[in-house]
């Protein structure tokens, strides 16, 4: 059964520091793996969308990388801002067509 | 694009009484959706895929009965929670795979918070 597992659980940094955040999955036969934010009370906001065949996704400060057989991601955030401040969801897909399974998330707080 | 909507947006029910929730996806066709269920400062926990047309395939520990998921077309897929209790007070959020899409994709919903006293 796969399992995702996100680290840090919660992390805090001031303003305009670099960061990189981690998700690991257990079953490496993954479809895609996407990385999230959510606000809190609020849903959430895609950000990354990596298929298993690529190594990285970049979008604006951001910037995803899968290493899928060692059964790793991370996000590396550039120059974070207090607007940064949320919980970030890594999740995968293991088939095509079939649900996404989350991490925890990692809540990232930036102080200004 | 791809945008999904819930409604409502939130409710509060007494315990007892039956709340539905609607997934739609607006600008796009999904033959699937599927139905997460989040407790506070936990993750998304998977609860049921709904399929258009037919009978949805729930997750171990989700009990069919008590979560009743319609897909009668292919943008709208309704979650009713019967006899809701205080411990199914929960963030209910759903999302939708587009038909076809070349990414397998899935776009989600806002969420719909329900509580029941």
């Known amino acids: 059964k796969q399992e995702v597992t996100q680290i840090p659980a919660a992390l805090s940094v001031p303003e305009g520091e670099n960061l990189v955040l981690n998700c690991s999955f257990t079953?490496?036969?993954?479809?895609?793996l996407q990385w999230f934010r959510q606000d809190p009370g609020k849903g959430l906001t895609s950000l990354l969308l990596?298929?298993?065949?690529?190594r990285e996704q970049t979008s604006g400060r951001l910037n995803a990388s899968l290493d899928k057989s060692s059964g790793r991601s991370t996000l590396y955030i550039a120059a974070s801002q207090p607007g940064d401040s949320a919980t970030y969801l890594c999740?995968?897909?293991?088939?095509?067509?079939?649900?996404?399974?989350f991490g925890k998330g990692t809540t990232l707080s930036v102080s200004s | 694009g791809a945008v999904v909507s819930q409604h409502p947006s939130w409710v509060i029910c007494k315990s007892g009484t039956s709340v539905k929730i609607e997934c739609r996806s607006l600008d796009f066709q999904a033959t699937t959706m599927f139905w997460y269920r989040q407790f506070p400062k936990q993750s998304l926990m998977l609860m049921a895929t709904s399929n258009e047309g037919s009978k949805a395939t729930y997750e171990q520990g989700v009990e069919k009965d008590k979560f009743l998921i319609n897909h009668a077309s292919l943008t709208l897929s309704t979650l009713t929670v019967t006899s809701a209790h205080p411990e199914d007070s929960s963030f209910y959020i759903c999302?939708?795979?587009?038909?076809?899409?070349?990414?397998?994709?899935?776009?989600f919903g806002p969420g719909t918070r329900l509580t029941v006293l």
């Open positions: 079953d490496s036969a993954i479809y895609n």
């Open positions: 999302s939708a795979r587009p038909s076809g899409g070349a990414q397998n994709e899935q776009f």
């Open positions: 990596i298929q298993s065949s690529q």
């Open positions: 999740a995968v897909v293991g088939q095509a067509g079939t649900a996404l399974i």
